[in-house]
């Protein structure tokens, strides 16, 4: 079955740096584009990344500071995540991307907070 595992969050200061990684397991990773999405504590879901076909895809928000990477040969995901702000405190999700457009299947997230 499908299984996505997030892991690499914490506590980081203000400019700091972090890297998130998404193990995968039970599909063809390859095949499948791949997204990240945060929520904020006491927020929606906020899409943050996207990787697939060799194109990369960036909300505004992070875009020049986060950088999605895949390892289609360890079938995992990553994010680059520079010069972090106290807004980007969230849980971190990897999903799937299904063959209808639609996020089918996500992990269990990560927790990233930025604070001083």
């Known amino acids: 079955q499908v299984q996505l595992v997030e892991s690499g969050g914490g506590l980081v200061q203000p400019g700091g740096s972090l890297r998130l990684s998404c193990a995968a397991s039970?599909?063809?990773?390859?095949?499948?584009?791949m997204n990240w999405v945060r929520q904020a504590p006491g927020k929606g879901l906020e899409w943050v990344s996207s990787s697939g076909g060799g194109s990369t895809y960036y909300a505004d928000s992070v875009k020049g500071r986060f950088t999605i990477s895949r390892d289609n040969a360890k079938n995992t995901l990553y994010l680059q995540m520079n010069s972090l702000k106290p807004e980007d405190t969230a849980v971190y999700y990897c999903?799937?991307?299904?063959?209808?457009?639609?996020?089918?299947?996500w992990g269990k997230g990560t927790l990233v907070t930025v604070s001083s």
């Open positions: 999903a799937k991307m299904g063959s209808y457009s639609n996020m089918d299947y």
């Open positions: 039970g599909f063809t990773f390859n095949s499948y584009w």
